[in-house]
């Protein structure tokens, strides 16, 4: 993300919080813990980029609620209790993780090797450098002259009915 930042030096940032990377979701298989999620906040946080926060994914629902809470309380710059509340209507979903916010990971295996990733990260890097730096599209005030007659008419129509 550093070479994308400084290369493309945004304005702003959306970051779409999809919670299908966590440990136990149904059908993402990756093995991020929350907190592990949520330093990706923190760290794009670091740039100092205005950014627009959205939910996204997550098939374990129980997974996403928890991940949305948790990272609600980091933009915020907040702590959260750990145990969920017993007044919540759905504390009996929270049962197999000791209705606790943060629950263990699964052990799994990484089969990513450091030569794959480091492949994919030098392929990224290259087609950031090849691409046009800050790409975006110009706003401009457009010239009566050069708008077509058909919008000028309706412009002119439109301004006669508020004059009235």
Known sequence: MDTVMGSYR??????????????????????????????CLNYMFRFGVPAVI?????????????????????????????????????????????????????QRPNDNSREYLDDILRT???NIRESEIRPSVAFHSVPKRYLPEEELEWKMIGEEEDSM
Not at 14 to 38: E, F, P, T, Y
Not at 54 to 72: H, K, P, Q
Not at 96 to 102: E, R
Request: aromatic share 8%; glycine share 10%.
């Open 10 to 39: 945004p304005d702003a940032i959306v970051i779409q919080c999809g919670a299908d990377s966590l440990s136990k979701d149904r059908l993402g298989h990756l093995n991020l813990s929350m907190k592990g999620h949520a330093e």
């Open 124 to 126: 990224i890097v290259e």
């Open 54 to 106: 959205l939910g996204g994914g997550g098939y374990t629902i129980e997974n996403v609620s928890r991940c949305w809470a948790y990272e609600t309380a980091v933009i915020l710059g907040t702590e959260i209790d750990n145990n969920i509340p017993e007044k919540d209507q759905f504390y009996s979903c929270y049962e197999q993780d000791s209705h606790k916010l943060h629950f263990d990971i699964e």
